[in-house]
T-cell receptor, first 114, second 109 residues
Framework: NAGVMQNPRHLVRRRGQEARLRCSPM?????VYWYRQLPEEGLKFMVY????????ESGMPKERFSAEFPKEGPSILRIQQVVRGDSAAYFC????????????FGQGTRLTVV | EDKVVQSPLSLVVHEGDTVTLNCSYE??????LLWYKQEKKAPTFLFML????IEKKSGRLSSILDKKELFSILNITATQTGDSAIYLC?????????FGQGTRLTINP
């Protein structure tokens, strides 16, 4: 049973380009969470998704950021027209239930905007 | 707004020392409190606490929750250099984890 898989591990984008981050949850997990970690800061919640549904996106910037978790395939975090301030580590976590269990984290995608 | 505050932010000790990391929280619809260890990669799970006063223990690590005073502590005894990491506290509120800023622990030989 593979863990939470994120790819790519490292992503470099020029300002104005689009970044697509992928997260495949653990087998049997239908709940996915995205977090952003800025240098020297803790993990900040961005969005919580179940299959085909966004449950809570209160941590997502209103513009340029979107997330999806389709019926088939990985969850995608999409950042349009990236800016330098988007440079961060983006972690995905999955859990089998909505609550009461720990979330398992992927290795993260380190996005660098140049 | 839900809030999790960890202290200290940074701690440097010598190998063999005992450390106590603190986590206080204000979260609506509290469900559980979790501790993670992060060493340059993904956070790895340490403990989940849901009930007050019951100590969870794993080797040299232990943790306890006080739901009345809204805090938790993580203890590490006989520290080793391999314990050097960022320790993250997270509280599960309404359908999401709220993380503290972490404590950067450095163990010097």
């Amino acid at each position: 049973n593979a863990g939470v898989m994120q790819n790519p591990r490292h992503l470099v984008r020029r300002r104005g380009q689009e970044a697509r981050l992928r997260c495949s949850p653990m087998k049997g997990h239908s709940h996915v969470y995205w977090y952003r970690q800025l240098p020297e800061e803790g993990l900040k919640f961005m969005v919580y998704l179940q299959k085909e549904n966004i449950i809570d996106e209160s941590g997502m910037p209103k513009e340029r950021f979107s997330a999806e978790f389709p019926k088939e395939g990985p969850s995608i975090l999409r950042i349009q027209q990236v800016v330098r301030g988007d440079s961060a580590a983006y972690f995905c976590a999955s859990s089998p239930l909505a609550s009461g269990t720990e979330a398992f984290f992927g290795q993260g995608t380190r996005l660098t905007v140049v | 707004e839900d809030k999790v505050v960890q202290s200290p932010l940074s701690l440097v000790v010598h190998e063999g020392d005992t450390v106590t990391l603190n986590c206080s929280y204000e979260v609506t619809n509290f469900r559980s409190l979790l501790w993670y260890k992060q060493e340059k990669k993904a956070p790895t799970f340490l403990f989940m606490l849901t009930s007050s006063g019951i100590e969870k223990k794993s080797g040299r690590l232990s943790s306890i929750l006080d739901k009345k005073e809204l805090f938790s502590i993580l203890n590490i005894t006989a520290t080793q250099t391999g314990d050097s990491a960022i320790y993250l506290c997270a509280v599960e509120g309404a359908q999401k984890l709220v993380f503290g800023q972490g404590t950067r622990l450095t163990i010097n030989p």
